[in-house]
């Protein structure tokens, strides 16, 4: 029975007189459904494009091409696709890249089905956590998601086309185990054809993927340097060394490229063995009945055959299930599709945006100094694929200054000041100090001009005569005429013939009695004269006791008025400094020095990071710091391979 749904899923007719109905399964692939209807049959008004049949309660096809043949027997013939192909509809527009570390294969699948206009498919179950990354440019949905096992060991496509949205599901193919399914001869096997082709055998492959020439992506980086993937010892010893080259430009990360030419290794080192079995399903039992995937034991005991594989083409006749027939291989895919593949890919490549090699060049000039080098800021896009090698030159001359003298600001009046008083002490142990030994002389004072002094002073005594420690018993001043008792004085007499002087007698004591002096003058005339004064040989030797200073400075200010003036400017080009040696720092960590004022370095080892790349689209830096004051030349050249992308064209 094969029931007709219009575009919205709705039952809309049963095509009772079908006939030629076939259904072609291929694994990973979209199936068809082949069917005929009579020319004047009603029915065909509802087998429009894009309308849907289900046969036998099976798998959901759409109605695509007609052919109508008229003879006695003609009728129209119907082709349908599994409703996977809606996936061809919608196209990933532009350049799409997911994937890599921490996105599973779940994820990129969903990131996929979330491009449909209409969400007719859902991913149900994914047996599989791989994390490869891919590339895709004006790429069909279903394009995209067949890509997406290319690197997978082993998977099979499973849907359910009755809830819908329809479930896609992404299974593991389980290749070894109890068979599910015997073909025997004599029992329900109709027909037997074994094919084995040893041509295409491939033992080493050369995979490559983005890019061209030198920069042209290989497996080199996670394959220990080597560009090649080889079979096993025990398979190049049967066959020999068979080298191919494989190119896929859509593979832009290494790893994916390499996990994809495993898989296409492991087709390609064994020759295809292939089945094709007639066989006739005898019983609703699920021993009986075929379907893609599952194992399957091939018995032919005439020929000595008994294979366990498992189906990857299977071709149901519904009006003579005796005609339907099973293709089994030794892989999911056979070498034919592989080397298809090969050509379908330098094929697709055509329409995926390539680049060329680029090398571009960013200069810098700057002073600086010793703890302030020169600095280049600059970033590699994300278009730049690979780089090739960055180069630097370093240039350093003398410090320049273009003028002498900047012109003041207006007056200014600058305040500071102390706070509080401050007490600071300081001490010394003392010592003796000897002066230096003076030799003696005659040393004359400056002469003096003559000079009269008048006093004008009255003196009162006592009525008695009074010594001088009387004084102050009597309130008079220490004065008196006399001279102390028992004295005698000499008179004078002359001299003798040596010029002694003789006296002649004495005199006693004489008391003055009481008396006065009235008020009176005394007037002094002193000469003009100087004095001399003779200084024998001698030293000073002066002792300092050890002793502290103790002085406080109280809390003040200082006031300070510049006025307003300017400085005339020198203009020219003064030089300073002599620089003779470098030191170069990436991303501020110090990288090497060097001597000498002139270098040419490769900085590219410098630049990578701890993923062995260099990072692309985040700022990157280069400083050159000299050992003395420097006028510092700098030209950073990259040689890389540009991807050509962007998002517009002006």
């Not at 779940?106 to 969400?119: E, F, N, T």
């Not at 692309?616 to 040689?639: F, K, N, T």
């Amino acid at each position: 029975m094969i029931e007709v749904f219009d575009k919205t899923r709705r039952r809309v007719a049963i095509l009772e007189n079908a006939y030629a109905a076939s259904e072609s399964q291929k694994i990973n692939s979209v199936w068809y459904f082949y069917f005929s209807l009579p020319y004047g049959d009603s029915k065909n008004e509802y087998c429009k494009p894009f309308y849907y049949v289900r046969p036998d309660g099976g798998e959901l096809y759409r109605i695509m091409p007609e052919t109508l043949s008229v003879s006695e027997s003609g009728g129209i013939s119907y082709q349908c696709e599994h409703v996977l192909a809606t996936l061809i509809d919608n196209v990933l527009f532009g350049y799409h890249v997911v994937g890599n570390l921490g996105v599973y294969t779940a994820d990129v699948i969903r990131y996929i089905l979330d491009h449909q206009l209409v969400k007719n498919w859902v991913l149900d179950e994914c047996d599989f956590r791989n994390q490869f990354e891919y590339g895709w440019e004006q790429e069909s949905l279903l394009s995209a998601l067949f890509s997406v096992l290319s690197p997978l060991s082993s998977p099979m496509i499973v849907t359910d086309t009755t809830v819908y949205p329809w479930r896609l599901s992404l299974k593991k193919l389980v290749t070894t185990g109890r068979p599910e399914m015997y073909v025997r001869r004599r029992y329900n096997m109709t027909s037997y054809t074994r094919g084995r082709d040893p041509q295409n055998i491939v033992t080493r492959l050369y995979p490559l993927g983005y890019g061209e020439g030198i920069n042209q992506l290989n497996i080199k980086g996670v394959n220990d340097g080597v560009p090649y993937i080889q079979s096993p010892k025990e398979i190049t010893d049967k066959y020999g060394i068979i080298e191919r080259v494989w190119i896929d430009r859509r593979y832009e990360d290494a790893a994916s490229l390499k996990a994809a030419a495993e898989i296409m290794l492991s087709e390609l080192q064994e020759p295809l063995v292939s089945y094709s079995v007639g066989f006739h399903e005898l019983t609703a039992s699920d021993y009986d009945k075929a379907a893609i995937g599952k194992r399957v034991r091939i018995i032919f005991p005439e020929v000595g055959d008994s294979v366990d594989t498992y189906i990857t083409e299977l071709t149901r006749k519904r009006d003579d299930l005796k005609e339907s027939t099973i293709t089994v291989a030794n892989r999911e895919t056979s070498i034919a599709a592989s080397l298809a593949d090969m050509a379908d890919r330098q094929r697709i490549e055509q329409t995926y945006a390539q680049g060329a090699t680029q090398i571009y060049s960013q200069a810098l000039q700057a002073n600086s100094a010793p703890d302030s080098g020169a600095t280049m800021d600059f970033f590699l896009p994300s278009e730049m694929r690979i780089v090739n090698k960055v180069l630097v030159k370093v240039r350093m001359k003398k410090f320049r200054a273009y003028s002498k003298a900047t012109e003041a600001a207006e007056s200014k009046t600058i305040t500071s000041s102390t706070s509080d008083e401050d007490t600071r002490t300081s001490s010394s142990g003392g010592r003796t100090t000897a002066t230096t030994t003076s030799g003696g002389g005659t040393y004359t004072s400056t002469t003096y001009e003559a000079k009269k002094t008048l006093t004008a002073t009255a003196v009162i005594l006592s009525a008695e005569n009074i010594y001088p420690t009387e004084a102050a018993m009597y309130n008079a001043a220490k004065h008196n005429h006399g001279i102390p008792d028992r004295v005698k004085l000499a008179v004078y007499g002359g001299k003798d013939a040596n010029g002694n002087v003789i006296a002649d007698g004495y005199a006693t004591f004489i008391e003055s009695g009481a008396h006065s002096h009235g008020e009176h003058d005394h007037e002094i005339t002193i000469p003009r004269h100087n004095h001399e004064v003779e200084i024998d040989d001698h030293s000073h030797k002066v002792t300092i006791p050890a002793h502290t200073h103790d002085i406080t400075i109280p809390g003040h200010s200082h006031k300070v008025t510049i006025p307003g003036h300017e400085h005339k400017i020198t203009p020219g080009i003064f030089e300073y400094g002599n620089p003779q040696n470098f030191s170069l720092y990436v991303n501020g960590e110090k990288k090497a020095d060097f001597a000498g004022r002139n270098a040419e370095l490769d900085i590219t080892a410098f630049l990578v990071g701890s993923d062995n790349m260099i990072p692309r689209g985040s700022w990157l830096s280069l400083e050159v710091r000299p050992d003395d004051l420097a006028y510092i030349s700098i030209d950073l050249i990259v040689q890389g391979f540009i991807q050509s992308r962007g998002d517009n064209t002006v």
